[in-house]
C-alpha cells in the first residue's frame, strides 16, 4: 500500500512539448527527493527538498525544475521535453533521522 | 564524495542456494548503509538498513548484510532464496547528516533459476 503516489505511471510526449510529474506524499515526510533512473543502471539524485519553499539541485545536473509549495507535493516540470529525456523518474521521501525513504512507484517517460 | 560499488552487475542462482550480493563504499566520513530492491516496473522498497550498533543488519525477506569498516564493505546475504526474490537489488550510502541523499550503487540483478 503505497504512501507516496506520483502520475502518471507511463508518459509518452512529443519533443518540445512542456510536461509534469505529479508526487504526492500522505505521511507528512519534510524531505523529499526526486531519482533518475536509466534502464539497467543506478539511480541518480536531480532534486531534493528540505521542507516547504525549500529545494536544492542534486548530483546530477537537470534541466527540469522543481517546487515545494506544501509539504505533501513535490512536482518536476520539463519546460521542454527532448529525447534526451527518456527515463524513469522516481520520488521518494523521509522524515527526519529515519532514512527510511519512502519511494513512489515511478514514471516512465518517453519522448519522441 | 562518496561512491558505492557493486561488483556484479548480474548473479543467476538456482532456486534454494545461498547468494551474496557484494557492495563495497568508498566515503571519508561516517556513513549509514542501505540495501533496497526493486520489482519489475515498480519503485524500490528499502530491504535492510545499518545506522549504528551490531554489524549483522536483519532485514524484511529473509536478508541480512554485515557491516565491515575496515574493508568499507556491506555485503547482502540470504541463504535460501526464491523465485519470488528475482529483482535489481541496490546498495546505497548517506552521510549521517544533513539532508540525507542516498547515492546508488549501479545495481544487481538476481536471477532465480527453479
Known amino acids: 500500500e503505497a504512501d507516496i503516489y506520483q502520475t502518471p505511471r507511463y508518459l509518452v510526449i512529443g519533443t518540445g512539448k512542456k510536461i509534469t510529474l505529479e508526487c504526492s506524499q500522505t505521511m507528512g515526510h519534510d524531505k523529499m527527493y526526486w531519482y533518475q533512473q536509466d534502464p539497467g543502471m543506478e539511480l541518480h539524485l536531480i532534486h531534493y527538498s528540505y521542507g516547504v519553499n525549500s529545494t536544492e539541485k542534486g548530483d546530477l545536473s537537470s534541466e527540469s525544475t522543481v517546487s515545494r509549495i506544501r509539504t505533501e507535493h513535490f512536482p518536476l516540470t520539463l519546460e521542454s521535453a527532448r529525447p534526451s529525456h527518456t527515463s524513469q523518474y522516481l520520488c521518494?521521501?523521509?522524515?527526519?533521522?529515519?532514512?527510511?525513504?519512502?519511494f513512489g512507484s515511478g514514471t516512465r517517460l518517453t519522448v519522441v | 564524495a562518496q561512491s558505492v560499488t557493486q561488483l556484479d552487475s548480474q548473479v543467476p542462482v538456482f532456486e534454494e542456494a545461498p547468494v551474496e550480493l557484494r557492495c563495497n563504499y568508498s566515503?571519508?566520513?561516517?556513513?549509514?548503509l542501505f540495501w533496497y530492491v526493486q520489482y519489475p516496473n515498480q519503485g524500490l522498497q528499502l530491504l535492510l538498513k545499518y545506522l549504528s550498533g551490531s554489524t549483522l543488519v536483519k532485514g524484511i525477506n529473509g536478508f541480512e548484510a554485515e557491516f565491515n569498516k575496515s574493508q568499507t564493505s556491506f555485503h547482502l546475504r540470504k541463504p535460501s532464496v526464491h523465485i519470488s526474490d528475482t529483482a535489481e537489488y541496490f546498495c546505497a550510502v548517506s552521510d549521517r547528516w544533513g539532508a540525507q541523499k542516498l547515492v546508488f550503487g549501479q545495481g544487481t540483478r538476481l536471477t532465480i533459476n527453479p
Open positions: 521518494a521521501s523521509t522524515q527526519g533521522n529515519d532514512y527510511g525513504y519512502t
Open positions: 566515503s571519508s566520513v561516517s556513513v549509514y
